[in-house]
Structure formats: C-alpha cells, structure tokens
C-alpha cells in the first residue's frame, strides 16, 4: 500500500491565521454600544445621557454642567427658556447674541438706544419701524411727510414744536404758537418786512405790519419799514396811484405839504416859499397877486400878523377857523350842545322801534326803542320804553348814551336836571370845535320827541391845507394839526407825521 504525504503548511500562513483568530474577540470589544439611561430608557450608540430623564447629547450641551466652551447648560438642548440649545447664549438682550427665540432683532452688545439697535433688542433702530425710537418724535412705519409724522420721524408737524416742517409750508418753528417773536402763530412768516406776508402781532403792537409787497424797496407804496409811504417821509413815492413830485420830508420851499412840486398859482400856501396867498392863479387883479404876495396895503388879513386895526389873524381869509374871514371878529372855541325833551301829550308816546340818531362829530350812533321784549337791530343799541312815564324814559336815553360813552368811546355827555326839567335830557360835546355840530335825528312821528341842536360849535375846522396859525384852526375830525415851519408866524393845517 502507497502511503500518500500531507504537504506541509507554511509558516507565514499559520501566522495570519493566528492573529485574525486573536483580533475576532478585540473588534468585538472597540463596537460602539448603545447607553443605558435609566430605567427603560437607552440612547443610541454615539449619543450620551442628558441631565434630564429620557433625554440624549450628542455633545456636552445638555449634560447640566457648563463646559469651558459653554456660556450655560441647563440641561436641556432646548431654546427660550435661558440658555439656548447650544449653550452658547444664556438669551438676555445686549449679550451680543441675536436670540430668535426670544423674537431679537438684533444685539449688539449692550442694552443702550440710540446706537442702531434698540435696547430690548427687538428692533433696529430706523424710521419707519413703528416704533418711537431714541431720537424720534414719532414713528408711524413709513417715511413719508404729511401724515402726523414727518419723513425723518424728528416732527409730529405741528406748528410750535420748534421743527420747522418745510413740506407742510412752514418758514419757521420757535417752539410757540405766538405772534411778534420772530415767528408767525402759524408758522408762516419769519415776520420780516419784505417776506410778503402781512404780519400782525397782538402781544406787541408795535411789531404791527401795515403792509408788505414783498420787497424792501422805498420808492413804492410799501416802504422797507412795511409801512404805506406817506407823503412826508423822505421817500418819493413814484408808483401808482401816488406818483408823489417830490418828497423832503416837510413842506420846503420847492415842495408843498402834499408832495407836489411847489409853485406859485397852483392853489396850495407854501409857506416855506414866503408865500402869503395863493389863489390858484396868476392875475394881480385880486387880492393875491401873481408873485404870491397879499396886496398891500389894502388887505393884510390871513397872512397870520395881527395888525392894529385888526381884532384877529388866523392865518387865512375864510369862515373857518378862530378868526372871521376878515380879520375883525375872534370865534373863540366853542362846544356843540342840543337837547332832547320826551313829552307826553294827549295821549301822544313813543312807539316800538322807532329811532334816535345822534353824531359827536366822529362817529354816529342809532338807538332804537324798544320794550324789552321784542327784538331789535342788531347794528342798534336798545333803549327801553317806560310807557306813559316820560321822566323815566329821558333816564334811559340818559343811561344808554352814558354806556356809550365807556363802550363805544362816545364823545357826548348827557345830563338832566331832575329838579327843574327831568323829562329833558342835555347834551355836551366833550371837545370844543364846529365839527360837532351835526344833526339829531329821529323817527318819531308822534310829536312825543323834541330835538334841538346839536349846534354852536366853533373852531377847529379849517380844512386841510388852509392857513392856520393855531391847532384850534384846523379840522379836528381829519386829525389835523397847525404845522408851522420854524420861523414862520402862519401854517398850513395838515396831517402830521408819526
């Protein structure tokens, strides 16, 4: 029998066999194994336990111990509840974490407005966010004007918040609604002369502008005060309807009071050019001769010398005035008087709605009787009727013009003599002067009113431009005064200059 040999087994192969057999137990031991997390609970292989029951980590976060790379843990990897999922933001506004969960905006570090992110880190800080930011007045989440809040969110665009809102039209903004500080109540005018608004201030009156053509220009019939150019300041006033001669500031030898040019015949005494007439003409056969000059010697009356043979000089040869229109008789001053005498005569009295009308040489005031319980005009001033008793009705008329007087600024004074005649009232000009005498008038057609007057002014009423020596000349209805050149004895009554 063949015996057949068994080849032999390499050394190096017994080699390799020996160490898988030995490796087989070790790769079982490097496996990574899931973890036991307590009772009936085990995370997966690669995760860990966290600190909370039936909760895996992946990494530290979660564990419930705040690692070196860790701001805190607090062992959960969930956000908005103080730390965030990943530890690394404890979710407080200014950390310099922009926290979603806790609805941030932005974070910039610190918990201060005004630096681009508002300090409870729920906005940026820019107009239109709807929200009233640090530096905003208002914030109504748009960047438009006109709407209650301005474009840039600095104005409520309201006049007297000290912004001046350009848009709504405003030229300035104080930080007041009042007039004459150098801004308009409406925020309209900067209240300089020349900007072609009227201003008009109540707090300071003399800040009242009486016009503005928007320039200050002298020439026109604006001046660069904002006041209307008045024949007498210095200006000539060369635009329509003036168109002013000529303009020296006073009546001067070759410019007459009213601004014209100065010339002998022209109808206007100009005294500064030793004119002693001037009859608007050039004939010497009056008594004005073509030169200006009164002939001499047979009238020196109105050149304003008293001479010896005459009484008085007032300065012209008219009615007007203190003196007669020929020089021989003086009107002293003299007040305007009149009366008004209720009666009651056959029955005869004073009906509803019948008027009284009465003028002190400035202004005309109508009273309407009444009984009190009707109605009466509105543009009239009531007296009461006290029927069948004129004494007590004389005491109204008496009293209603007396309240006038404080009212309205009435320039008459009524009295009664309660003894001697009280159903008759007495009336007194308050000033002297023939203006004054103006007419009473009255509805009544009972006969149960007399009037008289009023009547016996004197003085004060030549007109302007007439020669005049004293003020008592000159009208006093128009305002006008004696204005004397210096040197001169005679003046040309006229309005004077502020």
Same mark, same amino acid.
């Given at each position: 029998?063949?015996?057949?040999?068994?080849?032999?087994?390499?050394?190096?192969?017994? &080699?390799?066999?020996?160490?898988?057999?030995?490796?087989?137990?070790?790769?079982?031991?490097?496996?990574?194994?899931?973890?036991? /997390?307590?009772?009936?609970?085990?995370?997966?292989?690669?995760? @860990?336990?966290? #600190?909370?029951?039936g909760m895996c980590i992946k990494t530290d976060c979660g564990d419930g111990t705040i690692q070196a790379s860790e701001l805190c843990d607090d062992g959960n990897n969930n956000d908005g509840d103080g730390c965030s999922a990943n530890c690394l933001s404890d979710e407080t506004c200014g950390n310099g974490i922009v926290d979603q969960a806790a609805e941030e905006k932005c974070?910039?570090?610190?918990?201060?407005?005004? %630096?681009?992110?508002?300090?409870?880190?729920?906005?940026?800080?820019?107009?239109?966010?709807?929200?009233?930011?640090?530096?905003?007045?208002?914030?109504?989440?748009?960047?438009?004007?006109?709407?209650?809040?301005? #474009?840039?969110?600095?104005?409520?665009?309201?006049?007297?918040?000290?912004?001046?809102?350009?848009?709504?039209?405003? @030229?300035?903004?104080?930080?007041?609604?009042?007039?004459?500080?150098?801004?308009?109540?409406?925020?309209?005018?900067?209240?300089?002369?020349?900007?072609?608004?009227?201003?008009?201030?109540?707090?300071?009156?003399? $800040?009242?502008?009486?016009? %503005?053509?928007? !320039?200050?220009?002298?020439?026109?019939?604006?001046? !660069?005060?904002?006041?209307?150019?008045?024949?007498?300041?210095?200006?000539?006033?060369?635009?329509?309807?003036?168109?002013?001669? /000529?303009?020296?500031?006073?009546?001067?030898?070759?410019?007459?009071?009213?601004?014209?040019?100065?010339?002998?015949?022209?109808?206007?005494?100009?005294?500064?050019?030793?004119?002693?007439?001037?009859?608007?003409?050039?004939?010497?056969?009056?008594?004005?001769?073509?030169?200006?000059?009164?002939?001499?010697?047979?009238?020196?009356?109105?050149?304003?010398?008293?001479?010896?043979?005459?009484?008085?000089?007032?300065?012209?040869?008219?009615?007007?005035?203190?003196?007669?229109?020929? /020089?021989?008789?003086?009107?002293?001053?003299?007040?305007?008087?009149?009366?008004?005498?209720?009666?009651?005569?056959?029955?005869? =009295? +004073?009906?509803?709605?019948?008027?009284?009308?009465?003028? %002190?040489?400035?202004? $005309?005031?109508? *009273?309407?009787?009444?009984?009190?319980?009707?109605? =009466?005009?509105?543009?009239?001033?009531?007296?009461? +009727?006290?029927?069948? %008793?004129? !004494?007590?009705?004389?005491?109204?008329?008496?009293? #209603?013009?007396?309240?006038?007087?404080?009212?309205?600024?009435?320039?008459?004074?009524?009295?009664?003599?309660? *003894? *001697?005649?009280?159903n008759q009232i007495s009336l007194t000009n308050d000033q002297s002067g023939a203006f004054g005498n103006k007419s009473i008038i009255t509805s009544n057609q009972t006969g149960s009113i007399e009037i008289t007057g009023m009547s016996g002014g004197k003085g004060y009423d030549c007109p302007e431009g007439m020669g005049c020596t004293h003020d008592e000349d000159c009208d $006093?209805?128009?305002?006008?005064?004696?204005?004397?050149?210096?040197? @001169?004895?005679?003046? &040309?009554? $006229?309005?004077?200059?502020?």
């Open positions: 029998m063949r015996r057949e040999s068994i080849a032999p087994v390499r050394p190096a192969l017994v &080699t390799i066999l020996i160490v898988t057999l030995l490796a087989l137990p070790l790769q079982s031991c490097l496996k990574p194994t899931s973890v036991d /997390c307590g009772p009936n609970f085990t995370c997966p292989a690669g995760e @860990k336990c966290g #600190a909370q029951p974070d910039d570090g610190n918990t201060e407005s005004g %630096d681009g992110c508002r300090e409870d880190c729920l906005s940026y800080e820019f107009c239109g966010n709807n929200l009233v930011d640090k530096g905003e007045v208002c914030d109504n989440g748009n960047n438009e004007a006109l709407d209650g809040c301005s #474009a840039n969110c600095l104005s409520d665009e309201t006049c007297g918040n000290g912004y001046v809102d350009i848009p709504k039209g405003e @030229k300035c903004d104080d930080g007041n609604t009042k007039d004459g500080d150098g801004c308009s109540a409406n925020c309209l005018s900067d209240e300089t002369c020349g900007n072609g608004i009227l201003d008009v201030s109540f707090d300071d009156p003399t $800040r009242h502008e009486q016009c %503005d053509d928007g !320039n200050k220009v002298a020439i026109d019939n604006c001046n !660069n005060e904002c006041k209307p150019t008045i024949c007498g300041d210095g200006a000539i006033d060369n635009q329509s309807s003036r168109h002013e001669q /000529c303009d020296n500031g006073e009546e001067s030898s070759e410019c007459n009071f009213n601004c014209t040019k100065s010339e002998c015949g022209d109808g206007i005494l100009n005294v500064s050019a030793d004119e002693e007439c001037d009859d608007h003409n050039r004939s010497n056969d009056d008594n004005c001769l073509s030169t200006c000059k009164l002939k001499a010697p047979e009238r020196t009356c109105g050149d304003g010398k008293k001479q010896s043979h005459e009484e008085c000089d007032d300065g012209n040869t008219n009615a007007c005035g203190t003196c007669n229109e020929t /020089c021989t008789s003086r009107q002293n001053e003299a007040t305007a008087t009149g009366k008004i005498i209720i009666i009651d005569a056959d029955g005869s =009295h +004073i009906e509803e709605g019948e008027i009284l009308s009465i003028h %002190d040489g400035f202004k $005309r005031l109508t *009273f309407e009787f009444t009984t009190g319980i009707s109605s =009466h005009s509105s543009s009239h001033i009531p007296i009461r +009727i006290e029927l069948d %008793d004129p !004494n007590r009705t004389a005491k109204a008329i008496k009293r #209603a013009i007396t309240d006038s007087r404080s009212s309205k600024g009435f320039k008459i004074s009524p009295q009664i003599d309660e *003894f *001697f005649s009280p $006093r209805n128009l305002s006008l005064k004696c204005l004397i050149p210096e040197g @001169k004895v005679r003046g &040309t009554c $006229r309005e004077p200059l502020d």
